[in-house]
């Protein structure tokens, strides 16, 4: 899942700020504000679900039908992956989460589509490199004092 979001993602964050609708960037951010506070409130089922939007929200401003149907066929998770939501409960702390959901509006706020594509890109992987040191998951050897890594990505 997580491969195909490092593929589909990066590029529909890419075309959403081509493409960028005035609604984008004031929806994405009350997303962030709404993943911080139920961060906080450890209401974990709707910080899945607002993760989820924010992510999906992004596809789906790609404009790109495509794509979408690609992202729908994946059944994309975002954090709900595990049932008990343990990445949320032991990972960063959730605010974290929505800082580095704001780098991606931030971006897109921007209208720049190198940064926006960036910005994504470096969000699943910090997830991916998180859930592998987490859970002890190497999709890659480990290697001594960091994550290895394939040509930039997992």
């Known amino acids: 899942m997580f491969s195909m979001r490092l593929l589909l993602e990066p590029f529909a964050t890419r075309l959403a700020a081509l493409n960028q ?3 984008l960037v004031g929806d994405l951010k009350r997303l962030c ?3 911080a506070q139920c961060g906080k409130l450890k209401a974990w089922d709707e ?3 607002a993760e989820y939007q924010f992510h999906y929200s992004i596809v ?3 404009d790109h039908k495509k794509l ?3 992202y729908d066929d994946c ?3 975002i954090g709900g992956m595990f049932s008990d939501y343990t990445q949320f409960k032991s990972g960063s702390p959730p605010a974290t989460t929505a800082l580095e959901h704001l780098e991606i ?3 897109l706020e921007s209208r720049d589509p190198d940064a926006s594509e960036k910005a994504a890109h470096h969000h699943i992987q910090h997830t991916v490199n998180s859930i592998q040191e987490q859970f002890d998951i190497w999709l890659v050897p480990k290697i001594p004092g960091g994550f290895q890594k394939v040509n ?3």
């Open 21 to 23: 609708k005035r609604q």
């Open 33 to 35: 504000i709404e993943m």
């Open 47 to 49: 910080l899945n679900e």
């Open 60 to 62: 789906q401003a790609a």
């Open 68 to 70: 979408l149907h690609a």
């Open 75 to 77: 059944h994309i998770l």
């Open 105 to 107: 509006v931030r971006a």
């Open 152 to 154: 930039g990505s997992i």
